[in-house]
C-alpha cells in the first residue's frame, strides 16, 4: 500500500479525476454513512457533497488528507494505481487538555474490503504519528457502529471515555493507542504449506478455526507446511488425510497462492500457501486418534460454511480473506461451462 497526500489545485479545489476516485470510494461505503449521517443521502452521494467535506477538513492547518492506492505488489501494473482507501488525521485537537493527534476518518473502498487494506492502512497511519514524535493517537467510533469498534479493538485501541461528538452531536466511543518504538523482534521464518478447499455437492467449504497469537480467531482450510521434498499436492493431500480422516478426497484444480504472516507457540512465521479445489460429500472428519493431532494444531472446531455464511460481514475472519471471492468465481464458471478462472496470487497479512 502507498501513501500520498491529497494535494488541491491552484485554486484549492479537489482535481476533477481525484474528485470522481474519492466520491465512488465514499459511495461505496453506502451502510457507514446511513450510520453517521454525514450526507444527505447515503444512496446518492454526489461529488459536489464530497468536494464540501474536503473543504471543511482542508480549512484547518492541521488536518492531513492521505490517499491509500494500491502498491506495486497489489496492483495489476504500473500507475495510475487504484485508490483503495482514505484517512483524515487531526494533528491537533482543538480541546487544549487533549494531547493527542487524532484519526477523524479511515475508510476503505467497499469492493476492497476483507483483504487486509483496513488494518494496513490504520498501521500505516499510526507510524507516520510515531515517527513524528507522537506518543498516542486517538478516534471516536459511533456508538451505533459495532463493527468499527471491534475492527478498532482488535489493533489494540482501547476506550477512554463516552462522549458526543463535535460535529453532530453523535454518540462515540473515544479510543486511545499508545505509540511504542517498535520493537526489536526476529526476522519471521519462512515457511512453504499446502491447503485444499473441499466443496459439498451445495457448494459449501469444509474449514477449521484456529487461534493465532498474533490474528486471534479466524478460520482456514485444511492443510499445513510441506515436509522435506514434498510437492504442494504431495503436503496438501497428506495434510488433509492427517487431520479430516478423509482417504478418499484427491486435490483438483490450483485455486490461489497467498502470502501472509501469523505467530504459533511464539514463533514468528511468513507462510507460502498453495491452494487446491476438491469435491467431496458432507461429512465431519474421522474422530478416534485424530482428535489429539488436530489439537496439536491449534485446530478448535470444524465446520461446513455455505457462500452465504462467507458472505456474512459479522463472521469470523477466513483466511484467505480472497477465498469468498474466488470460491463464487469459481462457481459461476463452472455453472457456466466456462474453464474454471487462472490461478489468483493473493498477498497480505490476514483478514481485516
Given at each position: 500500500?502507498?501513501?500520498?497526500?491529497?494535494?488541491?489545485?491552484?485554486?484549492?479545489?479537489?482535481?476533477?479525476?481525484?474528485?470522481?476516485?474519492?466520491?465512488?470510494?465514499?459511495?461505496?461505503?453506502?451502510?457507514?454513512?446511513?450510520?453517521?449521517?454525514?450526507?444527505?443521502?447515503?444512496?446518492?452521494?454526489?461529488?459536489?457533497?464530497?468536494?464540501?467535506?474536503?473543504?471543511?477538513?482542508?480549512?484547518?492547518?492541521?488536518?492531513?488528507?492521505?490517499?491509500?492506492?494500491?502498491?506495486?505488489e497489489d496492483g495489476d501494473g504500473p500507475a495510475p494505481r487504484r485508490l483503495v482507501g482514505v484517512a483524515i488525521t487531526l494533528a491537533r485537537h482543538p480541546d487544549p487538555a487533549d494531547p493527542d493527534p487524532w484519526i477523524g476518518l479511515l475508510l476503505v473502498d467497499a469492493g476492497a474490503q476483507r483483504r487486509g487494506h483496513g488494518r494496513?492502512?490504520?498501521?500505516?497511519?499510526?507510524?507516520?504519528?510515531?515517527?513524528?514524535?507522537?506518543?498516542?493517537?486517538?478516534?471516536?467510533?459511533?456508538?451505533?457502529?459495532?463493527?468499527?469498534?471491534?475492527?478498532?479493538?482488535?489493533?489494540?485501541?482501547?476506550?477512554?471515555?463516552?462522549?458526543?461528538?463535535?460535529?453532530?452531536?453523535?454518540?462515540?466511543?473515544?479510543?486511545?493507542?499508545?505509540?511504542?518504538?517498535?520493537?526489536?523482534?526476529?526476522?519471521?521464518?519462512?515457511?512453504?504449506?499446502?491447503?485444499?478447499?473441499?466443496?459439498?455437492?451445495?457448494?459449501?467449504?469444509?474449514?477449521?478455526?484456529?487461534?493465532?497469537?498474533?490474528?486471534?480467531?479466524?478460520?482456514?482450510?485444511?492443510?499445513?507446511?510441506?515436509?522435506?521434498?514434498?510437492?504442494?499436492?504431495?503436503?496438501?493431500?497428506?495434510?488433509?488425510?492427517?487431520?479430516?480422516?478423509?482417504?478418499?478426497?484427491?486435490?483438483?484444480?490450483?485455486?490461489?497462492?497467498?502470502?501472509?504472516?501469523?505467530?504459533?507457540?511464539?514463533?514468528?512465521?511468513?507462510?507460502?500457501?498453495?491452494?487446491?479445489?476438491?469435491?467431496?460429500?458432507?461429512?465431519?472428519?474421522?474422530?478416534g486418534l485424530l482428535t489429539t493431532s488436530r489439537a496439536e494444531e491449534g485446530i478448535l472446531t470444524w465446520r461446513w460454511w455455505t457462500p452465504s455464511d462467507l458472505a456474512d460481514p459479522a463472521a469470523e475472519p477466513v483466511w484467505p480473506p480472497e477465498l469468498p471471492r474466488l470460491l463464487a468465481e469459481l462457481e459461476a464458471a463452472v455453472?457456466?461451462?466456462?474453464?474454471?478462472?487462472?490461478?489468483?496470487?493473493?498477498?497480505?497479512?490476514?483478514?481485516?
Open positions: 500500500m502507498l501513501l500520498e497526500t491529497l494535494r488541491t489545485a491552484a485554486d484549492g479545489t479537489v482535481p476533477g479525476p481525484l474528485l470522481a476516485e474519492l466520491t465512488a470510494l465514499y459511495a461505496s461505503n453506502r451502510d457507514f454513512y446511513a450510520l453517521s449521517g454525514d450526507f444527505p443521502d447515503a444512496n446518492d452521494i454526489r461529488p459536489e457533497q464530497v468536494a464540501a467535506a474536503l473543504s471543511v477538513e482542508l480549512a484547518n492547518p492541521d488536518v492531513e488528507i492521505l490517499l491509500a492506492r494500491e502498491g506495486a494496513e492502512l490504520a498501521t500505516l497511519v499510526a507510524e507516520r504519528f510515531r515517527r513524528a514524535g507522537r506518543t498516542a493517537v486517538r478516534l471516536a467510533a459511533l456508538d451505533n457502529n459495532p463493527g468499527a469498534l471491534a475492527f478498532w479493538a482488535s489493533l489494540g485501541y482501547e476506550v477512554v471515555e463516552h462522549r458526543r461528538d463535535r460535529q453532530l452531536g453523535r454518540p462515540c466511543t473515544v479510543l486511545r493507542k499508545a505509540l511504542s518504538e517498535p520493537s526489536s523482534e526476529p526476522p519471521r521464518r519462512s515457511r512453504r504449506a499446502a491447503r485444499i478447499a473441499v466443496l459439498d455437492p451445495e457448494g459449501a467449504v469444509f474449514l477449521f478455526r484456529y487461534l493465532d497469537d498474533e490474528t486471534g480467531p479466524h478460520w482456514a482450510l485444511p492443510g499445513g507446511g510441506l515436509e522435506e521434498g514434498e510437492s504442494p499436492r504431495e503436503g496438501a493431500l497428506r495434510e488433509l488425510r492427517e487431520e479430516t480422516g478423509w482417504t478418499d478426497v484427491e486435490p483438483g484444480a490450483f485455486l490461489c497462492s497467498w502470502e501472509h504472516d501469523f505467530t504459533r507457540a511464539g514463533v514468528r512465521v511468513r507462510q507460502y500457501d498453495d491452494i487446491y479445489v476438491a469435491r467431496g460429500p458432507r461429512r465431519e472428519p474421522v474422530g455453472d457456466a461451462g466456462d474453464t474454471p478462472p487462472a490461478p489468483a496470487d493473493v498477498s497480505g497479512t490476514g483478514p481485516a
